[in-house]
């Protein structure tokens, strides 16, 4: 693959016991960030998962980059109910370094995940993969649960400070992909 491309998807067709997805066909660049769009049911997430081999490839081809460091932040959370783990463990977990992090949560690292509100546990789980040492970066959904602040936080992190990964981002959100993305590639339309 050519020096800076990560990622080239040909025909992709993925699913469970089946194909429920698909065809998808780019291309991703150091630097670039391709949002998938489509309607509900068209197999965003499903296509998102066999980027890093969550579910069965049925055709098509997905070629990494030699070495290519993925890092993947799905929708919904498990329950961390009694799990005594902080913020500083989780990103220590993932090599994610807290720089960055808005003031609204990093002042709260050293608190337990199970007593962090839905959205700084969301925001707390995408800068775990978004300042982890990923050359790849997939995000199911990121700005579930987020607040205004939180989205505006990410958005601007987003357009300034990932310079060094690709980033491949599912989201219903139509106005964050267009704030955010280089490139948006259609599934199922």
Same mark, same amino acid.
């Given at each position: 693959?050519?020096?800076d ?6 025909g992709?067709r ?19 960030i391709?949002?998938?769009a489509?309607?509900n049911g068209?197999g ?25 460091? #993925? ?8 329950d961390l109910r009694g799990?005594?783990?902080?913020g500083?463990?989780?990103?220590g977990l993932?090599g ?10 990093a ?9 962090l ?14 300042a982890?040492?990923a050359d ?6 990121p700005t ?9 936080h ?12 690709? #980033?491949?981002?599912v989201?219903?959100?139509h106005a964050? #992909?267009?704030?955010?993305?280089t490139?948006v590639?259609e599934?199922?339309?």
């Open positions: 693959m050519a020096g491309l990560l990622l080239r998807v040909a992709l993925a699913g469970y016991a089946g194909p429920v997805a698909g065809p998808l066909d780019f291309e991703l660049r150091r630097g670039e391709v949002g998938l489509g309607p068209a965003k997430s499903t296509l998102l998962k066999a980027l890093w081999g969550g579910v069965r490839v049925f055709g098509g081809e997905v070629h990494k980059a030699p070495g290519l460091q #993925i890092s993947h932040q799905a929708q919904g959370f498990d799990v005594p783990l902080s500083h463990d989780l990103l993932t994610a370094d807290p720089a960055g992090l808005p003031p609204w949560l002042g709260r690292l050293g608190e337990r995940l199970d007593r509100s839905g959205g700084q546990l969301q925001f707390l789980r995408l800068w775990a993969c978004l982890a040492p790849l970066v997939l995000l199911d959904e579930n649960n987020l607040d205004r602040a939180g989205v505006a990410l958005a601007d992190w987003l357009g300034r400070a990932h310079g060094g990964q690709g #980033i491949v981002l989201s219903h959100d964050f #992909i267009d704030q955010v993305c490139r590639v599934v199922g339309a």
